[in-house]
């Protein structure tokens, strides 16, 4: 888990009326609460170190690190990749249309499908500007962390 998705988390429990939240992927740990002024607090457990290996520190959240850009692949083709485990939905109900179709052009902040994880609604948004040439999972599929999900091509 990337210090974006931690950040993401914490904004989501920020505007929700959760007051707690905890989620463990790969080893790793984390507890999201709210204090009695309603900002969230987020611990960080990482996984045990076998003896004799020498600990590494846990990043904090920082919102000063450098935003990570998807991967360019051939063509100037981006891939847009889940930023967690869970459902991809194409559309915010099943009889709505979908955020996108293969053909639109998108700009950056333009939702393009939602991530169940958990009960939690997470949009995904658009990065980067260009025109959706693959919508990889179908609508209601699980998708892994990092599974591409939309390949967009910024030359056009």
Known sequence: MDI??????I????????????IEEKGLRIRISKNSSHSAQTVIY????????P???TPEPSPSLPVELPAVTKAGVVEVKS????????????DAEPY????DHVEPGRVLC?????????EIEAEIAGTIV???????????????????DTSR
């Open 4 to 9: 974006r998705e931690i950040q993401r988390l």
């Open 11 to 22: 904004k989501l429990v920020e505007r929700s009326q959760v007051s707690e939240f905890e």
């Open 46 to 53: 990482a996984p045990p170190m076998p003896t004799g290996m």
């Open 55 to 57: 600990a590494l520190p």
């Open 83 to 94: 930023p967690m485990v869970g459902t991809f939905y194409s559309a915010l109900a099943p």
């Open 100 to 103: 996108v179709r293969v053909g």
């Open 114 to 122: 939602i991530v169940e994880a958990m009960k939690l609604m997470n």
């Open 134 to 152: 693959e919508i990889v999972p179908g609508n209601a599929q699980p998708v892994e962390f990092g599974q591409v999900l939309f390949r967009v």
